[in-house]
C-alpha cells in the first residue's frame, strides 16, 4: 500500500498549484482520502476530503472557496486544485486513506480528527511567498 503526492513547489501569493496523490494497493473507491497539511511549528491538520465512490467532499473553512479536492477513479488518483494561495498555506501537504466513515456527514471526522486513517503518503513541500 502507497500514497504518492507531488506537485508541490513554490508559488507567489495568488497563484495556484494543483497537487496530486497516487495511490497503489488499493483502490481509492474503497476509501475515504484527505489532504492534510502541517505548517513549521504547528500540529499537523485536515484540509480537504473525499469519499470518491460516493463524491461527496468536506473542506476545512480555511481553505473553503479557495481549494478543491477530486478524485479519478480510473487512474486510482485523487487530486487538491489550490488557487488564490496565501503565505500562511505554506506547508508540507500529506495525502492519507481513512476507512470510509458511517455516514457521509461523518467525514469531517476524517479531515478534522484524522479519525480512521490507516495509510499516510511522505508529503510534498508547498511554499507560497508573499
Known amino acids: 500500500v502507497q500514497l504518492v503526492e507531488s506537485g508541490g513547489g513554490l508559488v507567489q501569493a495568488g497563484g495556484s498549484l494543483r497537487l496530486s496523490c497516487a495511490a497503489s494497493g488499493f483502490a481509492v473507491d474503497d476509501y475515504a482520502i484527505g489532504w492534510f497539511r502541517q505548517a513549521p511549528g504547528k500540529e499537523r491538520e485536515g484540509v480537504s476530503c473525499?469519499?470518491?465512490?460516493?463524491?461527496?467532499?468536506y473542506s476545512a473553512e480555511a481553505v473553503k472557496g479557495r481549494f478543491t479536492i477530486s478524485s479519478d477513479s480510473a487512474k486510482n488518483m485523487v487530486y487538491l486544485q489550490m488557487n488564490s494561495l496565501k503565505p500562511e498555506d505554506t506547508a508540507v501537504y500529506y495525502c492519507?486513506?481513512?476507512?470510509?466513515?458511517?455516514?457521509?456527514?461523518?467525514?469531517?471526522?476524517?479531515?478534522?480528527?484524522?479519525?480512521?486513517?490507516?495509510?499516510w503518503g511522505k508529503g510534498t513541500l508547498v511554499t507560497v511567498s508573499s
Open positions: 492519507a486513506a481513512a476507512g470510509i466513515p458511517e455516514g457521509v456527514e461523518m467525514l469531517y471526522s476524517v479531515c478534522d480528527y484524522s479519525s480512521g486513517v490507516n495509510y
Open positions: 473525499i469519499i470518491p465512490v460516493d463524491n461527496d467532499t
